[in-house]
T-cell receptor
Framework: GAVVSQHPSRVICKSGTSVKIECRSL??????MFWYRQFPKQSLMLMAT?????????EQGVEKDKFLINHASLTLSTLTVTSAHPEDSSFYIC????????????FGEGSWLTVV | LAKTTQPISMDSYEGQEVNITCSHN???????ITWYQQFPSQGPRFIIQ???TKVTNEVASLFIPADRKSSTLSLPRVSLSDTAVYYC????????????FGSGTRLQVQP
């Protein structure tokens, strides 16, 4: 299947700083990418839909000024957690659609964020 | 968005066939049914996708009745490494809309 890669896989940052997570579709172009957050032993919660060349669409309750999403190219979307706090510590997962091959949605490996 | 209902957990033994059924009574005409597997601290991994009838690939089979209000993921001869959470998702509008995750089914395979 298609490959979606995230970087970094793990990051620790100090409270109040910002951290950027990258999501790349390695072997296909993705006009739409999705960002999820997952707390331990819970299901994935959709945060936002990222569209190439336009503003992201955020789910209710997700602060767009805190979770900045940029989708500048067909293979890259970034999520920046600004002014991070310990409660932002979570597993962040992106996904992208391979429109050419069956419209299947593939997920990245996830990125663990720990805010200390 | 179609809501899905799955058993919270299932137990099995190595070598057995495991069938996980998912209910999606409100599935829309253009919705596909997709199953993902997730291990701890990893992103969901695509298993299989179908629209109707039966789909089979190298790791699983997906059975979808004519009314499409449910689907069953069949894992033949499970092994310990199949212990994971399995999610049934419907919708996505051919990838244009995000998939909404339910609680998933936690499968525990015993030796």
């Amino acid at each position: 299947g298609a490959v979606v890669s995230q970087h970094p896989s793990r990051v620790i940052c100090k409270s109040g700083t910002s951290v950027k997570i990258e999501c790349r579709s390695l072997d296909f172009q993705a006009t739409t990418m999705f960002w999820y957050r997952q707390f331990p032993k819970q299901s994935l919660m959709l945060m936002a839909t990222s569209n190439e060349g336009s503003k992201a669409t955020y789910e209710q309750g997700v602060e767009k000024d805190k979770f900045l999403i940029n989708h500048a190219s067909l293979t890259l979307s970034t999520l920046t957690v600004t002014s991070a706090h310990p409660e932002d510590s979570s597993f962040y997962i992106c996904s992208a659609t391979d429109r050419v091959n069956g419209n299947t949605i593939y997920f990245g490996e996830g990125s663990w964020l720990t805010v200390v | 968005l179609a809501k899905t209902t799955q058993p919270i957990s299932m137990d099995s033994y190595e070598g057995q066939e495991v069938n996980i059924t998912c209910s999606h009574n409100n599935i829309a005409t253009n919705d596909y049914i997709t199953w993902y597997q997730q291990f701890p601290s990893q992103g969901p991994r695509f298993i299989i996708q179908g629209y109707k009838t039966k789909v089979t690939n190298e790791v699983a089979s997906l059975f979808i009745p004519a009314d499409r209000k449910s689907s069953t993921l069949s894992l033949p001869r499970v092994s310990l490494s199949d212990t994971a959470v399995y999610y049934c998702l419907v919708g996505g509008e051919a990838g244009r809309r995000a998939l909404t995750f339910g609680s998933g089914t936690r499968l525990q395979v015993q030796p």
